[in-house]
C-alpha cells in the first residue's frame, strides 16, 4: 500500500469517529462546552446549536453570565435570559446570576414584593456576596431549569477554571448546605450533569499549552466524578493532514539543493504547511494518548474573520461530517 492511500484511509477513519461523536452530541439533552480562553468555544456551540436546529430539534444555546454577550455579533441580536428566537428551531440566551437569582427567588417566594424586598436587603446581598457557591448554584440552576423546556441546550461555559469551579460547585454546595432548599437543588443539579444525556465538550487548539489544559481539565473533571463518560474533544483550527511520507522526505531533500526565488517561495510555504500539520499531529496524538475519546479536527475557516463567518464555516465543515448541507442551517438573514 503506497503512503498516499495510508493517508487516505487514516482520514477515513477519522470521519466515521468524528461523525460518531458529533450525532451522539446533537443526540444530546445538555452540551457543556468548555475549554481554554479563545479557542472557539462560542465558535463551536453555536455551530453545534445550529446543526442540532437544523435536524429539528427544539435548540436554547445558552451563554453563562456573560457580561459582553459573544453571541450577539454571531446572531445580530442580544441574547437575553428569557431568551430570543433567531431561527425557527433555535434560541439564544444569557444566564447572568443576577437573572437567574431573581428567577430562583421566584419559585422559593410567591410574592414580587417580597423577592423584591430580598434582593434589596443589605444582609442578603452580603450573604450572597459571601457565601461561596450561592451565585454558581443560582446561575446553574437556571441552566438545569432550560433542559425542561427544551430538545437539547447547549451551554457556551465560561473557561476551563471558571467552568470546572461552576460545575463542581454542586459538591461543595452540598457540603456547605446540609439541608433546605439550596442543598436539594445542588443534589439536583449534580444528577443532571452527570446524566447519560449529558456531555462534556472540550474546546482545543493545536499548541502545546491549549493541549496541556485540555488534558488537565478533563482530569480534573473525571476525578471529581463530573463526566458520566469521556467528554468530546475538539481540536480547532487543526490542519488536516495532505503531506504523505515521500512529500515530507521531499521537502527536505529539497531544502538541501541550490534553488531559484521561485522554488524558495514553494519550499517556504510547504515548510509551513508542514509544521501546521505537525503541530496538529502532535497534539492530536498527545490528546488521545491522555483522553479516551479521538480528538475531533476543525480547520481553520478563511470566511473572512468575522464570528458569524466562522461559526458558519465551522458549521458547514461539521454539518458534512453528518450530512447537513448549508442551506439547511437556515442561517438568520
Ligand atoms: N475554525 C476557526 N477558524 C477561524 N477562526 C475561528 C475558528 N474558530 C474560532 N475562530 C475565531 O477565533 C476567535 C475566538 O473564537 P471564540 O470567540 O469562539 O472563542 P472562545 O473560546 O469562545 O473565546 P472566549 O474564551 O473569549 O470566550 C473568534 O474571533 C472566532 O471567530
Ligand atoms: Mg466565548
Given at each position: 500500500?503506497g ?12 470521519r ?5 461523536i458529533l450525532r451522539?452530541?446533537l443526540?444530546?439533552?445538555l ?14 456551540s ?7 436546529a ?32 433567531v431561527?425557527e ?15 430562583f ?10 423577592v423584591?424586598?430580598i434582593?434589596?436587603n ?17 446561575t446553574?440552576s437556571a441552566?438545569g431549569?432550560?433542559v425542561?423546556?427544551y430538545?437539547?441546550?447547549v ?8 467552568a470546572?469551579s461552576l460545575?463542581d ?15 436539594t437543588r445542588a443534589?439536583?443539579?449534580r ?17 502545546e499549552?491549549?493541549?496541556?489544559e ?7 473533571l473525571?476525578?471529581?466524578g463530573?463526566l ?6 475538539f481540536?480547532?483550527?487543526?490542519t488536516l ?7 515530507r522526505?521531499?521537502l ?5 539543493q ?15 504547511e ?13 490528546l488521545?494518548e ?9 480547520p ?12 458558519q464555516?465551522v458549521?458547514?465543515h461539521?454539518?458534512?461530517?453528518v450530512?447537513i448541507?448549508r ?7
Amino acid at each position: 500500500m503506497g503512503a498516499a492511500s495510508r493517508v487516505a484511509d487514516r482520514t477515513d477513519d477519522d470521519r466515521e469517529a468524528a461523525a460518531a461523536i458529533l450525532r451522539d452530541l446533537l443526540g444530546a439533552r445538555l452540551v457543556l462546552v468548555t475549554g481554554k480562553g479563545g479557542t472557539g468555544k462560542t465558535t463551536f456551540s453555536a455551530a453545534l446549536a445550529l446543526l442540532a436546529a437544523a435536524k429539528g430539534r427544539k435548540v436554547l444555546l445558552a451563554e453563562i453570565d456573560s457580561q459582553r454577550p459573544a453571541l450577539t455579533p454571531v446572531f445580530g441580536q442580544a441574547p437575553t435570559f428569557d431568551g430570543v428566537a433567531v431561527t425557527e428551531h433555535l434560541t439564544v440566551a444569557n444566564l447572568t446570576w443576577q437573572d437567574a437569582l431573581q428567577a430562583f427567588l421566584r419559585k422559593l417566594v410567591p410574592s414580587r414584593r417580597i423577592v423584591k424586598l430580598i434582593l434589596t436587603n443589605r444582609v442578603v446581598s452580603r450573604f450572597l456576596d459571601f457565601t461561596p457557591g450561592s451565585q454558581e448554584i443560582v446561575t446553574l440552576s437556571a441552566l438545569g431549569e432550560r433542559v425542561e423546556s427544551y430538545d437539547l441546550v447547549v451551554a457556551d461555559m465560561p473557561a476551563s477554571g471558571h467552568a470546572f469551579s461552576l460545575l463542581d460547585i454542586t459538591r461543595s454546595a452540598m457540603g456547605l448546605f446540609r439541608s433546605g432548599p439550596v442543598r436539594t437543588r445542588a443534589s439536583e443539579l449534580r444528577a443532571l450533569l452527570i446524566e447519560p444525556s449529558t456531555r462534556v465538550a472540550l474546546v482545543g487548539l493545536p499548541e502545546e499549552m491549549v493541549v496541556n489544559e485540555t488534558i488537565e481539565t478533563y482530569a480534573k473533571l473525571d476525578k471529581f466524578g463530573l463526566l458520566s463518560r469521556a467528554p468530546a474533544v475538539f481540536l480547532n483550527r487543526a490542519t488536516l493532514p495532505t503531506f504523505t511520507d515521500d512529500e515530507r522526505s521531499l521537502l527536505a531533500r529539497l531544502g538541501k539543493q541550490e534553488l531559484t526565488e521561485l522554488q524558495e517561495e514553494f519550499l517556504r510555504a510547504g515548510r509551513w504547511e508542514d509544521e501546521l500539520e505537525q503541530a496538529t499531529a502532535s497534539s492530536r496524538h498527545r490528546l488521545a494518548e491522555a483522553i479516551p475519546i479521538r480528538p475531533v479536527l476543525v480547520p481553520p475557516s478563511t470566511a473572512g474573520g468575522t464570528s458569524a463567518g466562522s461559526v458558519q464555516a465551522v458549521a458547514a465543515h461539521l454539518g458534512r461530517l453528518v450530512g447537513i448541507g448549508r442551506k439547511q442551517l437556515g442561517w438568520p438573514a
